[in-house]
């Protein structure tokens, strides 16, 4: 595929903006100070370092197969601040609840990345959570500008198969036809390993034993360090900054926000374990509080209980005796998937198929072999949370690497046609909003070449 249409699907997808956005968060005013403006586009500016961070994220993403100079990325970041400058200008409008989406996704993502919402606070240099959220929010607010300005120029693009079927010769006869990745469909049916009720009361009773310990005058840090299940514990001694909003599970907030400063919490208890929690500091809406968490444990004889069904319910299926369809109606135990056959749902994508080539590595091994229809042996797994369970996998439909075909992928090279007639509306909606928005750009980049007219030099 050209090079053109792959910049442009990386720049446009959310998550490099939030990206971006984040990685060069400071305010304006104190970049501006210590970084050169590459251009200004209506009352929008982009920076120098702006250029550079773009241009590192289209190469990691793209795995260096995408190659774009500073002019390139320079041009495409002057096409999403003029589409950010006109839709303000056309009242494009975007509700909080969106913007508190998007920027409680970010925060999630990046959080995921560094382990805690603190040390993303940490590395990025902000106060606290709040001004965190302060500066993403402006982040988030101009991509959904952006996003709904483009889709209000592109709302009446279409295409017809006729545009379709020239668009796929087009690439044909000039040898650019795009190779499709391997890509599968899974399902699975999960059986839990529980823990017995003995086990639960256990662990109910050491918890309020500690409790007692720490009403007691125990320091809570060194009771976590030495009991705690949480992976976190040796890093921040169990110690969490917690707002309604953070990716916390629902429990440990409402626990949070329920106890009084010094006040240690009965054991309560959230998909991960047992908890229990100590309030240190209320500042406005946030709370600062430890817990320690402690997971049931479950006998190696009821995981091989568990083990042992699963097996039996394969061989059922093998045999004949129950369709994969009606064992997942009758034994699966996971919510996400028991009622719809058990398909697995791709969560970078919200689709059912997943990119062979980009799985992770342990899945991979387990069902990269697998023919259409076959059935992996009953593996163990263990959630975040520290639920045990056994499962096995079907690959459900399988298609291999391959070139791409009017035929076999026609819904592929449909959006891929949509995609290129919206990106030329989009061109051509440009041009025009060039002539009459002031653009000014800074000395450095003056020599650039650029495929719109963005120095507004006149034809002679």
């Known amino acids: 595929m050209p090079h053109k249409t792959i910049i442009l699907k990386y720049i446009k997808f959310p998550l490099i903006a939030a990206f971006f956005g984040l990685m060069s968060l400071q305010t304006t005013a104190q970049k501006v100070k210590i970084d050169g403006v590459a251009v200004v586009v209506g009352k929008n500016i982009v920076l120098d370092s702006d250029i550079d961070k773009f241009k590192q994220e289209i190469e990691l993403r793209s795995e260096g197969k995408v190659a774009i100079t500073d002019c390139e990325m320079l041009e495409e970041l002057m096409q999403q601040k003029l589409l950010a ?8 409008t975007v509700s909080e609840s969106e913007i508190s989406s998007r920027v409680d996704r970010s925060i999630q993502f990046f959080t995921q990345q560094y382990g805690t919402v603190d040390k993303v606070i940490k590395a ?11 500066e993403l929010n402006t982040v988030q607010k101009e991509n959904l500008l952006i996003e709904k300005e483009q889709q209000k120029i592109t709302e009446k693009v279409d295409v017809t198969p006729e545009e379709v079927r020239l668009y796929y010769n087009g690439l044909k006869d000039k040898g650019e036809l795009p190779d499709f990745p391997a890509e599968i469909e899974l399902a699975q049916i999960v059986i839990n390993a529980e823990p017995t009720q003995e086990e639960n009361d256990r662990i109910i009773a050491k918890l309020n034993e500690i409790k007692k310990e720490l009403e007691d005058g125990a320091n809570f840090k060194m009771k976590a360090i030495i009991n705690s299940d949480d992976p976190g514990v040796t890093q921040n001694g169990g110690r969490y900054t917690i707002t309604k909003d953070a990716s916390f599970i629902k429990e440990f907030k409402e626990m949070a926000f329920t106890l009084d400063i010094g006040q240690v919490s009965k054991p309560f208890k959230s998909d991960f374990g047992y908890h229990l929690m100590q309030l240190h500091e209320v ?3 946030t709370r600062v509080a430890s817990h320690i968490l402690m997971q049931p444990e479950i006998p190696e004889n009821k995981l091989n209980e568990v083990k042992e069904k699963a097996e039996k319910i394969i061989e059922d299926i093998k045999s004949g005796k129950i369709t994969f369809d009606e064992a997942v109606k009758k034994y699966s135990q996971d919510d996400d998937t028991k009622n719809n056959g058990g398909l697995i749902i791709n969560p970078s994508t919200g689709e059912s198929k997943f990119d062979l080539t980009r799985m992770d590595p342990a ?3 387990r069902v990269s072999d697998l023919k259409k229809g076959e059935i992996t042996d009953a593996f163990f797994d263990q959630t975040r949370g520290g639920d045990k369970m056994f499962k096995f996998i079907l690959m459900r439909d399988r298609t291999d690497t391959h070139t791409a075909d009017l035929v076999e992928d026609y819904v592929k090279i449909q959006q891929l046609a ?5 990106e030329e509306t989009v061109e051509k909606w440009a041009k025009e909003k060039i002539t009459d928005t002031y653009i000014k750009l800074g000395e450095d980049h003056g020599k650039c070449s650029f495929k719109r007219n963005w120095k507004k030099k006149t034809s002679k």
């Open 85 to 92: 400058h006109h839709a303000v200008i056309d009242s494009v």
């Open 124 to 134: 990025y240099g902000f106060n606290d959570l709040d001004d965190l959220k302060k």
């Open 283 to 285: 500042k406005g809406n």
């Open 363 to 365: 899945f991979y091994a």
């Open 418 to 422: 949509l995609q290129k007639k919206k």
